[in-house]
């Protein structure tokens, strides 16, 4: 089977046509959070207005379901600086927002550095991941390769994989590693799920990603583990990876529900 080549077609400006590459395990209507989650990174980046700067942090709220369809991404500049800025980046299908990330970006300068903390495994040590809970050929987990280092997608419990990436965000530009890390991120709570997919949906209501450096490199990781709140919520926490060693960290709130 032939798969879509890109999670995005561009249409106009800054309108965008969503592949099936970007289809949620809950809804085949719904898009899985990361795409949309890259995308609006990449506005980020674009929009920034410090020459050479790095993102460093991405508080992702996500407002409704994303459809799998046409969507258009607005941004703003709301605290410029030239060491310093916060940049708004919004996604929305015509009628209301769906997604907003707000994101510090700072210059780039030579300083102190610390440990490089190594990931636990490495790629060559995993296992590709056990994603038939999509329930579809052509979906989100077609966009990644997966290797499961520790733990298992269909078991209870913590994990971690690596991934890399099998196609490009937008069409015609290669996907980034920041890109490429937002696509993988927002999958910490279903990699590290303590609950029954086919009896229970646990989507998350946003997304943080606090990041110590830039990403680089072609294989990225996430370690997880999920917390239940006993209260209809829990929390996902990930530490995030590239060969060099630690990457950043990142959380996920989330809604738990019977299906």
């Keep these: ?5 890109s999670l ?29 989650a890259a995308l609006l990174a990449r506005e980020v980046e674009r929009r920034g207005g410090i020459e050479g700067g790095q993102t460093v942090r991405l508080a992702f709220d996500i407002l409704g379901p994303v459809p799998v369809g046409r969507l258009r991404v607005t941004s703003r500049v709301l605290r410029p600086g030239r060491r310093v800025e916060l940049v708004e980046a919004t996604l929305d299908a015509g009628d209301r927002p769906l997604m907003r990330v707000t994101a ?3 210059r780039t300068a030579d300083g102190p550095d610390g440990p ?4 636990p495994h490495a790629p060559q040590d995993g296992h590709p991941g056990d994603l038939r809970f999509f329930g579809r050929e052509v979906a989100y987990h077609r966009a990644l390769e997966w290797k499961v280092v520790h733990g298992d997608f269909m078991q209870p419990g913590p994990a971690a994989a690596w991934t890399r990436s099998l196609c490009q965000l937008v069409a015609g530009e290669p996907m980034t590693p920041l890109e490429h890390l937002l696509v993988m991120t927002d999958a910490s709570s279903g ?7 086919s009896t229970t949906s646990f989507a998350n209501v946003d997304l943080v990603v606090a990041l110590r450096r830039p990403p680089r490199g072609e294989w990225l990781a996430t370690d997880a583990v999920t917390w239940l709140g006993g209260s209809g ?27």
């Design 1 to 5: 089977m032939e798969l879509p080549s």
């Design 8 to 36: 995005y077609l561009p249409v106009e400006d800054d309108v965008y046509e969503a592949t099936e590459l970007t289809i949620g395990p809950w809804s085949a209507d719904a898009q899985h959070g990361g795409p949309p």
């Design 104 to 106: 510090w970006r700072t």
């Design 116 to 119: 490089a903390e190594p990931a």
């Design 191 to 197: 990699v590290s799920s303590v609950l029954d997919w």
């Design 233 to 259: 919520t829990a929390q996902c926490f990930a530490a995030l990876y590239d060969a060099d060693g630690l990457v950043g960290r990142s959380s996920q709130t989330l809604l738990v529900e019977l299906r």
